[in-house]
């Protein structure tokens, strides 16, 4: 779920990870990739559905988002 200005965007997606490294030695983390962002829906500060305005740059920016979140909050085993 995402708070975007007055709306809410509630969307199911799925996930898939990788160990990956900047190159340097320690510097091992596990990289996520989202592999499918599910339908978006949209409701207004009231709670009622609202019509998806997201466009194909929106769910780009959705997505990375997501991915900033997990890996940030480590909510992933490392691989």
Do not use: C
């Not at 030695?25 to 998806?52: C, M, R, W």
């Not at 194909?56 to 979140?69: A, T």
Request: no cysteine.
């Amino acid at each position: 779920m995402i708070q975007l200005d007055e709306f809410t965007l509630k969307f199911p997606f799925e996930y898939a990870t990788h160990a990956d490294s900047y190159g340097v030695p320690g510097s091992n983390f596990t990289a996520v990739e989202i592999k499918e962002l599910g339908q978006i829906k949209v409701f207004d500060e009231k709670g009622n559905p609202y019509h998806d305005f997201t466009d194909q740059l929106d769910h780009r920016n959705i997505n990375n988002l997501l991915i900033g979140f997990i890996e940030r909050n480590r909510l992933v085993e490392a691989v």
